[in-house]
Nanobody
Framework: QLHVVESGGGLVQPGGSLRLSCEVS????????IAWFRQAPGKEREGVSS????????YYADSVKGRFTISRPYANTTVYLQMNSLKPEDTATYYC????????????????????WGQGTQVTVSS
């Protein structure tokens, strides 16, 4: 059984930073994809960023390029999302998702490609 657990959300002022963590356990595949999605009230879930383990490539939505960085600093299945220069429009519930890499599209990030999801962590950007 695969488990996905996010942490690190919170309240931050505009221009501030947060780091989200996603720990995936129980993954037995050789290559995996871990992605971050977000959903604001009344809006559809949108892809933010992804990491593919086969070649360590990363992908970002245009709205977060240059501000967010996804990384896997250790040889395990924990991925971080460093969010800098946060804006009020970044306010949302952030979800981490995992899947066998061969089953996901690199871009765009499609929620339906991922079968394993965390419970979500709230990020609020407000003064």
């Amino acid at each position: 059984q695969l488990h996905v657990v996010e942490s690190g959300g919170g309240l931050v002022q505009p221009g501030g930073s947060l780091r989200l963590s996603c720990e995936v356990s129980g993954f037995t595949e050789a290559y995996f994809a871990i992605a971050w999605f977000r959903q604001a009230p009344g809006k559809e879930r949108e892809g933010v960023s992804s990491f593919l383990s086969s070649d360590s490539r990363t992908y970002y939505a245009d709205s977060v390029k240059g501000r967010f960085t996804i990384s896997r600093p250790y040889a395990n299945t924990t991925v971080y999302l460093q969010m800098n220069s946060l804006k009020p429009e970044d306010t949302a519930t952030y979800y981490c998702a995992a899947e066998k890499e061969s089953r996901v599209r690199r871009l765009p990030l499609i929620p339906e490609d991922y079968n394993y999801w965390g419970q979500g962590t709230q990020v609020t950007v407000s003064s």
